[in-house]
């Protein structure tokens, strides 16, 4: 089957502009064009657009993130050079503005993360959505894109057989390597190496991490602590990680034990870094400030105190507060010699050394670093190597923590890419 759009010449009003993927960068995308009066094609293979979106809003769509702008860009670390123009046009401030705008008002939360005030993320994709098909957005679901034909017109895969569609200029949106059963697969990435365009790997971002084993005879932790504890916070916590530049970080917050090592909020802040000593070193390991809220000098009084008859567990609980899963991984990681020596028992309860030797599987990832390099794109996001196709969103070779820098981010490229398609097809309006 065989769509009859024919393609236009750069710079004419073409038949429509194709953008495949619809996540928020694709949608965003679709914003800018048909704000323009642009007509706009969007493809997605799922039954339905904005599917990862409405998983991320389950506990709480977080959008944004009010800390200050200068801090919010350094959280995308080595690319934060190439994402500042475009986040500064699309800033934190702009994405409360644009929710406001389809009548969702937000409020700032206590950790300075932005959400919607009902937390939920169904009206606004609603509202969203509404508005993209008022201004004229044709919405294609279940065609997945297979690249493109000989003559350069896009391929796609739907129940009916195979289509193909000509366009002059393509946005493409098709998010990372995570959560493939919500679209965000990376099949895409052959198909652009196929002709010429600059990538780096796909790798787990925002995840989880396999814990190595604390004594020869287990594969990562007890049967005790992963049947008694997995599951459960730990809180509050602080860790230090060097990275593989040598610098050294420390943060506090929490983090959940899992079947296989640990995963969570404070473990995502560091997952880039002990990604990268993983894959330089075969393991990363890190340290657990049990007790951030005392000095080491603190805990090795109180641990050296006499306990008389009472345990090592009670003595800790009521000298230092410490018990359940804190104390579960003293006596998981520690020898009994070590717990009964109280320099060394009071060191690892300030530094408890921790190795993981691997991440989870992209599938489980919140998102995933790797894509599109920056250094294939022109500064409108357009792909060098393909005049008049850019790329936008999680695609491309970024990655940022959790806390609404990664939303804030791919809607950021995917406005960036919409006005690079717009200029490129009516240089007059842009």
């Not at 800033?91 to 919607?116: E, I, K």
């Not at 989880?208 to 730990?234: E, M």
């Not at 049990?290 to 105190?305: D, K, N, Y």
């Amino acid at each position: 089957m065989t769509d009859t759009s024919v393609p236009a010449a750069a710079g004419a009003a073409p038949t429509s502009v194709v953008i495949i993927g619809g996540g928020p960068a694709g949608l965003m995308a679709a914003e800018v064009l048909s704000a323009h009066g642009v007509p706009v094609d969007l493809y997605d293979g799922m039954p339905s657009v904005g599917r990862k979106f409405l998983l991320a809003g389950k506990g709480g769509l977080n959008l944004t993130h009010s800390e200050p702008f200068e801090r919010f860009t350094t959280r995308f670390a080595e690319r934060e050079a190439a994402l500042k123009p475009a986040v500064e046009a699309f800033s934190p401030d702009a994405m409360r503005a644009w929710a406001a705008d389809l009548g969702v008002d937000t409020f700032v939360g206590t950790s300075g993360r932005v959400f919607p005030s009902d937390m939920k993320a169904a009206p606004l994709l609603r509202a969203w959505l509404h508005r993209l098909r008022e201004a004229g957005v044709r919405f294609h679901m279940r065609h997945r894109w297979m690249g493109w034909t000989d003559q350069g017109a896009l391929r796609f895969t739907t129940a009916d057989g195979e289509i193909t569609k000509a366009a002059t200029c393509t946005i493409l949106a098709l998010g990372g390597g995570s959560w493939a059963r919500l679209g965000s697969d990376g099949s895409w990435m052959p198909l652009l190496q196929a002709k010429g365009v600059d990538t780096a790997r796909l790798q787990s971002a925002n995840c989880g991490f396999d814990v190595a084993p604390t004594a020869p005879d287990r594969a990562g932790w007890s049967d005790f602590l992963r049947h008694k504890f997995a599951g459960q916070p730990i809180k509050p916590v602080a860790i230090t990680v060097i990275d593989v530049q040598g610098h050294t970080q420390r943060q506090q917050g929490e983090f959940v034990l899992t079947d296989t090592g640990i995963e969570g909020s404070l473990i995502y802040a560091f997952s880039s870094r002990i990604r990268e000593r993983i894959n330089r070193d075969g393991a990363c390991t890190l340290h657990l400030d049990l007790l951030p809220a005392h000095t080491p000098e603190q805990v090795l009084a109180e641990v050296s105190r006499p306990r008389g008859p009472r345990s090592l567990s009670t003595h800790l609980k009521s000298r230092l507060g410490l018990q359940g899963l804190k104390m579960a991984l003293l006596h998981e990681c520690l020898s009994p010699e070590q717990l009964a020596d109280a320099t060394s028992l009071a060191q690892a309860i300030k530094a408890l050394p921790l190795t993981v030797t691997r991440t989870r599987p992209m599938d489980e990832a919140i998102s995933t670093a790797g894509g599109v390099k920056f250094e294939a794109l022109d500064e409108h996001f357009m792909v060098r190597a393909l005049p008049g196709v850019f790329c936008a969103g999680e695609m491309l070779d970024w990655e940022a923590p959790t806390g609404g820098y990664l939303l804030t981010a791919s809607m950021a490229t995917g406005r960036q890419a919409g006005l690079g398609a717009l200029a490129y097809v009516r240089p007059a309006q842009a």
